[in-house]
């Protein structure tokens, strides 16, 4: 079964601090990544996305993700933080399943939560 | 506006009594799905479904029921049989097929069990 790393489960930052979060994916085929965010008391919102194309893709509020396939890896960053990046952070990667034509499942790794002190 | 919505927002039972958590898109979309999310667990799968009257097992299916009637919604059951039934849960939906925009998610509902 296709599974989703994320190694850190809480990071802890000063503002102005550069952010990385890492997740690792496990899936030979082609992939399609998901960065999400879930501020306290909010829903998940979508952060970031890669289907193909150039690896380095931009998200919202200055986020940015890198696709290395040799790595299996779609690691998350931001260059300076702020106090509202406060939040866990979700990778997640959607693979195809075989039970029928265009079916997809998303695979959610544990989440790191981010708290970014004044 | 269009979205997902998920009620009620906090739920109470007590145990040995099956809960029924109510998911309504107004996205037009095909497929939907339902989350539980536990502290440190993250999001796991519980049932998908690509297209009306059709549902999938996720990772977690043992002790929840599904149906999907219609397209705009997908209703889930939490049986007396879930041996570990208090979480948040949460209801996502997104447009079948290649490429696909990724998910839309509800805004949860909590359920406490007694």
């Known amino acids: 079964a296709q599974s989703v790393s994320q190694h850190n489960h809480h990071v802890i930052l000063s503002e102005a601090a550069s952010l990385e979060l890492g997740c690792n994916y496990s899936y030979g085929g082609t992939v399609n990544l998901f960065w999400y965010v879930q501020y306290p008391g909010q829903h998940l919102q979508l952060l970031l996305k890669?289907?193909?194309?150039?690896?380095l893709v931009k998200g919202i509020k200055g986020f940015e993700a890198e696709f290395i396939k040799s790595k299996f890896s779609f690691n998350l960053r931001k260059p300076s933080v702020q106090w509202s990046d406060t939040a866990e952070y979700f990778c997640?990667?959607?693979?195809?399943?075989?039970?029928?034509?265009?079916?997809?499942?998303?695979?959610f790794g544990k989440g790191t939560k981010l708290s970014v002190i004044p | 506006d269009g979205g997902i919505t998920q009620s009620p927002k906090y739920l109470f039972r007590k145990e040995g009594q099956n809960v029924t958590l109510s998911c309504e898109q107004n996205?037009?979309?095909?497929?939907m799905y339902w989350y539980r999310q536990d502290p440190g667990q993250g999001l796991r799968l519980i049932y998908y479904?690509?297209?009306?009257?059709?549902?999938q097992k996720g990772d977690i299916a043992e002790g929840y029921s599904v149906s999907r009637e219609k397209k705009e919604s997908f209703p889930l059951t939490v049986t007396s049989a879930q041996k570990n039934p208090t979480a948040f849960y949460l209801c996502a939906s997104s447009i079948s097929g290649t490429g696909t925009p990724p998910l839309h998610f509800g805004n949860g509902t909590r359920l406490t069990v007694t």
């Open positions: 479904s690509q297209i009306v009257n059709d549902f």
């Open positions: 997640a990667v959607k693979v195809p399943v075989y039970s029928g034509a265009g079916s997809y499942q998303l695979t």
């Open positions: 890669y289907f193909s194309g150039d690896p």
């Open positions: 996205l037009n979309h095909d497929a």
